[in-house]
């Protein structure tokens, strides 16, 4: 199992990135996928989630109407679409899925929100 994040970055208050995580080793189709982030003596905090099939998706309260979460199961590949980026969102960015009843995460993509 491989998760690798890409389109992190330095943005403005109040603008965008939107994160990839590619995904291979498995079945991408059959798992929910998530995004977290992590901030220096923090714990690791759920940002959103996707069901396998895309037809649930869940959102941390404090990315509700901001983040948009979604996959394209051809293209393995889950995306996180994040607007009105405020300084608070400054994290590492992981791709996080259960396979096979074990953990997997990407190696995480740096969001800093600075002017």
């Known amino acids: 199992v491989q998760l690798v994040e890409s389109g992190g970055g330095l943005v403005q208050p109040g603008g965008s990135l939107r994160l990839s995580c590619a995904a291979s080793?498995?079945?991408?189709?059959?798992?929910?996928m998530r995004w977290y982030r992590q901030t220096p003596g923090k714990e690791r905090e759920l940002v959103a989630q996707?069901?396998?099939?895309?037809?649930?998706?869940q959102y941390a309260d404090f990315v509700k109407g901001r983040f948009i979460i979604s996959r394209d199961n051809a293209k393995n590949t889950v995306v996180l679409q994040m607007n009105s980026l405020k300084p608070d969102d400054t994290a590492v960015y992981y791709c996080?899925?259960?396979?096979?009843?074990?953990?997997?995460w990407g190696q995480g993509t740096v969001v800093t929100v600075s002017s």
């Open positions: 080793g498995f079945t991408f189709s059959s798992y929910h």
């Open positions: 996080y899925a259960k396979v096979w009843g074990l953990d997997y």
């Open positions: 996707i069901s396998s099939g895309a037809g649930y998706t």
